[in-house]
């Protein structure tokens, strides 16, 4: 996996979509991306390419931000890890909310 990230980490330096971006662009990018990926789970169809290429988008502005993708999930795991909630109605309360 850490090889693949490199790889495109670096497909990113190599069109000039580090420093020729922002991460306000590549934030727009996501949301297309994740546009496509509603769609096709609407429609029922494949969904791996629409998550694969929000993970690039994502691995965009970790790069830039010099982070990776590890430390974020980490830091969203260590912000995860302990909460306690249910799911009602297809949204997660926390534990302790109303």
Excluded: P
Excluded at 16 to 22: C, K, M, Q
Excluded at 56 to 68: D, F, G, P, Q
Aim: proline content about 0%; some cysteine.
């Amino acid at each position: 996996m850490n090889e693949l990230i490199k790889k495109v980490a670096q497909w990113h330096h190599d069109r000039n979509l580090i420093e020729g971006a922002s991460d306000k662009d590549q934030f727009c990018k996501l949301i297309q991306e994740a546009g496509e990926l509603s769609d096709n789970i609407c429609k029922g169809k494949d969904i791996s390419d629409d998550i694969g290429d929000m993970i690039v988008v994502l691995i965009n502005i970790a790069e830039r931000n010099n982070l990776t993708l590890e430390e974020c999930l980490e830091r969203a795991w260590d912000d995860i890890k302990d909460r306690k909630g249910k799911m009602v109605d297809g949204i997660f309360i926390k534990e302790g909310d109303s």
